[in-house]
């Protein structure tokens, strides 16, 4: 892999990210495949997404209700700004998985400013990427925690 | 902690029809709702199968701030003691769960307790010869809590040497533990999949009054139920998939008259639920291998009968609400007057095929997570009461609906789905309790 390749997939997290900050659910949504997933488990090194609990584990299906949701002006708890920032760091390429995905890890730390606080995530996070002819579409995002277990605040959007 | 407060005061807070602002605001009120409340119902602890094996525990607190364990001994008795070595006060055990293989085992000076609490071992013993130490006095083990008993594998403890045994506590509200463990065809639950942890910063009562109030999902989760139905009537009929996953969501947008028609019943103690003969999980789709493991296990008949007892919530006051349908629970474990934490357990249902598992844990995923599309919609308008109720406008919250209409049984009171009997029913027994009133 050149450099101009590894280039293009920091590129892409960043932008991926920026999506968040905005925020805009359709666009980011948009990245992800049609079979495309969204996990952040409940738990230090998860292994199930469907026979553990997760604080979310989202499909095309749970993207779009939460979208349309997110957007209507009646949920009382989207009544808040949410703003978001995220940092990306020590990206990683992984290799290809089984289904040929390209797997990339980075830490993040996000701050988040809902309901007048500040809030502090962090953890890691591991990309599952397709090439396509726009670049890439996102078959897995998987988001760790340092905390997982930990009792959460309402989040009102992906990290 | 002493108090101020005096019974009558206390009295006073909780009228028939309106409750005083100090219920959620008054730190007095809540150290006193510790003592009274907390400190003598019995409290849900955990469920039998987090410690299937000698030596497993599980901790808690039984308050907000008195630390106990479940566990379980050689024998395969469940014990509920007070996390605290006879020595020093330390506690013995951290973690939320774990094994302790043959004893507890104190991190400060090493004193062995048994599984049953009672003491092994203190280090170096010839130092309290003559001294008046006695080590068979119980106030030098791990003591058990006041009384700790296990219904189909829920365990409660009570502080409370007066506490009624558990059952008679419970009283028809049982039905509902009941039919949790009915619906799975060998006729037990077991906790699956993990626990989420979500922090409320309000008073602790708010949720179990948002539990059967059934004015407020149409308003509350209006914008999910609308983003479900319009994604849903967006789909081509070929999407069966897509449409059973989004079906979860739009039962809590059901009109007045359904949750009318579902009624609420009160029982002793301030225990309540809303649906009986239907509820709003009355049309979620039966899995055809469940439906046919329950067949084989009770006959057509009686897998009907377990189906029909349809509730939505049920409240054991103060610390249990389970939702029998879906097979999940939530704890409610109080910190401080504003502030208090959510657990939510899942539980797969023995015999039946592992998918239910797998609904119930998407259904706490997008209904009870921190993260969820319900959830942050409740604790927002829970937020709005904690923070609006500082106003000076009045000291007073109403709870009129459908008062002097509740129909009382001989052991239950009976009402409509839309009434405030849910309040009348937990409203009475904080009476009770805070005043001393509960167990005499």
Known sequence: ?159 | MTTIISTEEIAGLVQPTRLHKRLYLDPEVFELEMQRIWGQAWIFIGHESQVPKPGDYFTTNITHKIPVVMVRDKSGSVHVLHNRCGHKGAKLVESRQGNVRGAFRCPYHGWSFRHDGSLLKVPNEGGYDGTGFDSSDPCYSMQSVAQAESYRGFVFATLSAAAPDLKTWLGGAVDCLDNLCDRAPEGEVEVAGGVLRYEHQCNWKFILENLNDTMHPMVVHQSVVQAAEDYIASLPATAVKQRSEAEIIPPFGSSYEKFEDSGITGFPYGHHYDGGKTSIHADYSVLPAYHEAMVKAYGEERTREIYSFNTHNTLYYPSLTIKTAVQNIRVVRPIAVDRFVVETWSFRLKGAPEEMLQRTLLYSRLINSSAGMVGPDDLEVYRRAQEGLQSSASEWVEFHRQYGRDQQLEDRVVGGGTSDLDMRTQYKAWREYMTGEAFQ
């Open chain 1, 1 to 159: 892999m050149s450099n101009a390749d590894i280039k293009a997939i920091e590129q892409f997290l960043y932008h991926e990210a920026s999506l968040l900050d905005s925020p805009d659910l359709e666009r980011w949504m948009a990245l992800f495949t049609e079979d495309g997933t969204y996990w952040l488990p409940a738990t230090e090194g998860q292994t199930d997404p469907l026979n553990h609990i997760s604080h979310i584990y989202d499909d095309r299906v749970m993207m779009e209700i939460r979208r349309r949701n997110f957007v209507h002006p009646r949920a009382a708890s989207k009544d808040w700004p949410v703003r978001s920032s995220h940092l990306l760091g020590n990206i990683q390429l992984r290799g290809n998985n089984d289904a040929g995905d390209l797997v990339v890890t980075c830490n993040f730390h996000v701050i988040m400013w809902y309901r007048e606080e500040q809030r502090c995530f962090a953890g890691t996070c591991e990309h599952h990427l397709v090439s396509a002819d726009e670049g890439f579409r996102i078959r897995h995002k998987r988001v760790d925690l340092i905390n997982p277990e930990a009792p959460q605040q309402s989040m009102i959007i992906y990290l």
